[in-house]
């Protein structure tokens, strides 16, 4: 049973910055495999963060480039986001994903539960 367990939520002022971990257990790295971050907000469909596989190719959101920053431990079994000069609009909950990487773009076959950001100006 694969377990993907997100942490480093919160609310922030706008400017600010938040790191969110994401740990994996029980995940067999498939290759090509990917792993990454996506959030959704009420009524929205959920989008792409950020994402990278196992060849070394990362993906940002446009609205994000700059600003995020996605990296994994030695291990590889623990993925991070640094985010900074967070936004409102950067509020959502974000998902921890992993899957495979097909086509350029990393498809979730697994999620994680969930960790609020809140941004307030």
């Known amino acids: 049973q694969v377990q993907l367990m997100e942490s480093g939520g919160g609310s922030v002022l706008a400017g600010g910055s938040l790191r969110l971990s994401c740990a994996a257990s029980a995940y067999t790295y498939s290759s090509p495999y990917c792993m990454g971050w996506f959030r959704q907000t009420p009524g929205q469909e959920r989008e792409e963060v950020a994402t990278f596989d196992n060849a070394g190719h990362t993906s940002y959101a446009d609205s994000v480039k700059g600003r995020f920053t996605i990296s994994q431990d030695n291990t590889k079994k623990t993925i991070y986001v640094q985010m900074n000069s967070l936004k409102p609009e950067d509020t959502a909950m974000y998902y921890c994903?992993?899957?495979?990487?097909?086509?350029?773009?990393?498809?979730?076959?697994?999620w994680g539960q969930g960790t609020q950001v809140t941004v307030s100006s």
């Open positions: 994903a992993a899957g495979l990487w097909i086509l350029g773009q990393c498809r979730p076959k697994y």
